[in-house]
């Protein structure tokens, strides 16, 4: 079975930063497109970023290009998204997820979840 | 960059009724598109991918059907269990948008 847990979440004010990290067990991690999910208190899911399985490809949502930086550890089984100049808007909670084991392209929904991790950016 | 509209935005509905959630993309995506089911306080959860294929241990009153931009998720016959927010998302190329989310309550 699949599992993904978050971590690195807390508070931090404006301008400030954080690094989120996500291991995963149960499956062939190196094999897969892996992704960032957030969702803003009250407000719906927001895809982050991904990242293909060779680390050759990553992609960012608009917000957050330039800021944010996607990554991935095949020999630790580990995913990371660092975020830097945070704004008060990157308050969420932020989940990792990974696709079903039969899919290795980036064309890929998203099969399993973590439990995802709190970040808020207050002054 | 493709958007993902779902309506409505919000849903009530009778137990044992049928509901339809529609959503469009803003650009054909084929059939790549999945929908996922969020209950209060949990982490969101797979119904459908590919448009139209139930995951494993999704209940069969779940469907989903369409391709390219307008796709619906239905719900045969409604369940108290059922009360939850729904989302579908684009997975045929980055960004891989999700709708605004349509929350279904029992009326």
């Known amino acids: 079975e699949v599992h993904l847990v978050e971590s690195g979440g807390g508070l931090v004010k404006p301008g400030e930063y954080l690094r989120l990290s996500c291991t995963v067990s149960?499956?062939?991690?190196?094999?897969?497109?892996m992704n960032w999910v957030r969702q803003a208190p009250g407000k719906g899911l927001e895809w982050v970023s991904s990242?293909?399985?060779?680390?050759?490809?990553?992609y960012y949502e608009d917000s957050v290009k330039g800021r944010f930086t996607i990554s991935r550890d095949n020999a630790k089984n580990s995913l990371y998204l660092q975020m830097d100049s945070l704004r008060a808007e990157d308050t969420a909670v932020y989940y990792c997820?990974?696709?079903?084991?039969?899919?290795?392209?980036?064309?890929?929904?998203?099969?399993?979840w973590g439990q995802g991790t709190l970040v808020t950016v207050s002054s | 960059d493709i958007q993902m509209t779902q309506s409505p935005s919000s849903l009530s509905a009778s137990v044992g009724d049928r509901v339809t959630i529609t959503c469009r993309a803003s650009?054909?995506?084929?059939?790549?598109l999945a929908w996922y089911q969020q209950k209060p306080g949990e982490v969101p959860k797979l119904l459908i991918y590919?448009?139209?294929t139930l995951q494993s241990g999704v209940p069969s009153r779940f469907s989903g059907s369409g391709s390219g931009t307008d796709f619906t998720l239905s719900i045969s016959s409604l369940q108290p269990e059922d009360v939850a927010t729904y989302y579908c998302?684009?997975?045929?190329?980055?960004?891989?948008?999700f709708g605004q989310g349509t929350k279904l309550e029992i009326k």
């Open positions: 997820a990974s696709p079903p084991p039969w899919c290795t392209s980036t064309r890929c929904h998203f099969d399993s």
């Open positions: 998302q684009n997975y045929n190329s980055p960004p891989y948008t």
């Open positions: 590919a448009a139209s």
């Open positions: 990242i293909n399985s060779g680390s050759t490809y990553m």
């Open positions: 650009q054909g995506i084929n059939y790549f």
């Open positions: 149960g499956f062939t991690f190196s094999s897969y497109t």
